[in-house]
């Protein structure tokens, strides 16, 4: 079945440190997959998406690479802000299922 | 456009007491979806409807029921509530785009207690 593994948090940085968020899966057929980010109270937002092997999805300095070869989808931004601080979730959507299924999620926190 | 709106935003129930959750959205999508939300799981889905007049089981059906009103409505009942049901609790909508499922958007959630 399809699964989605991610770095447990929560994740501590420094204002304009970088950030790495691991993300593997396993899936049948050609999954895509999602980043998506809950702030607190709030419901899920997408942040990003990869449909196919190599795509890239970027967005408000995040991106993530859909990598085949290694089942991975890591999250990454160059310069995190006090306003990133949110739980991250990677997903990924498998037609066969018409579902998402999600990792357990990451807590990044950013202190000033 | 609201996109997808759920209430009540919160509920505190006994155990053994009913209640529905409501969900609707205005993007015409054709799927919808419940999902539960607990600490260190993820999300994990309840139900889903695929179109309007269907609905299947999700990973963790037990205890819930859902009715797919019309395009727009999706509810979810729990008709005696349980302890192990406290959780947060997310509607979700969709539709396919070049025959694939595309992202999902969500409502606010429910946060609800069962004492």
């Known amino acids: 079945g399809n699964s989605v593994t991610q770095m447990e948090g929560p994740v501590t940085l420094s204002e304009e440190a970088f950030l790495t968020i691991n993300c593997t899966y396993t899936?049948?057929?050609?999954?895509?997959l999602f980043w998506y980010v809950q702030y607190p109270g709030e419901g899920l937002q997408l942040l990003l998406k990869?449909?196919?092997?190599?795509d890239k999805g970027s967005n408000k300095g995040f991106e993530a690479t859909y990598r085949k070869e290694t089942t991975s989808f890591h999250l990454e931004k160059g310069s995190v802000q006090v306003s990133d601080s949110a739980v991250y979730f990677c997903?990924?959507?498998?037609?066969?299922?018409?579902?998402?299924?999600f990792g357990s999620g990451t807590r990044l926190q950013v202190q000033p | 456009n609201a996109g997808v709106t759920q209430t009540p935003k919160f509920q505190v129930l006994k155990t053994g007491q009913s209640m529905t959750l409501q969900c609707a959205q205005d993007?015409?999508?054709?799927?919808m979806y419940w999902y539960r939300q607990d600490p260190g799981m993820g999300l994990r889905l309840i139900y889903y409807?695929?179109?309007?007049?269907?609905?299947d089981k999700g990973e963790v059906p037990n205890g819930y029921n859902v009715s797919r009103l019309n395009k727009r409505e999706f509810s979810l009942r729990l008709e005696s509530a349980a302890p192990s049901q406290t959780s947060v609790y997310f509607c979700?909508?969709?539709?396919?785009?070049?025959?694939?499922?595309?992202?999902?958007?969500f409502g606010p959630g429910t946060r609800l207690t069962v004492l």
């Open positions: 979700a909508s969709t539709d396919k785009v070049m025959g694939a499922y595309n992202e999902q958007f």
């Open positions: 899936a049948t057929g050609y999954p895509s």
């Open positions: 990869a449909t196919k092997a190599d």
């Open positions: 997903a990924l959507s498998n037609t066969g299922r018409r579902a998402l299924t």
């Open positions: 993007m015409n999508h054709n799927s």
């Open positions: 409807s695929a179109s309007e007049g269907t609905t």
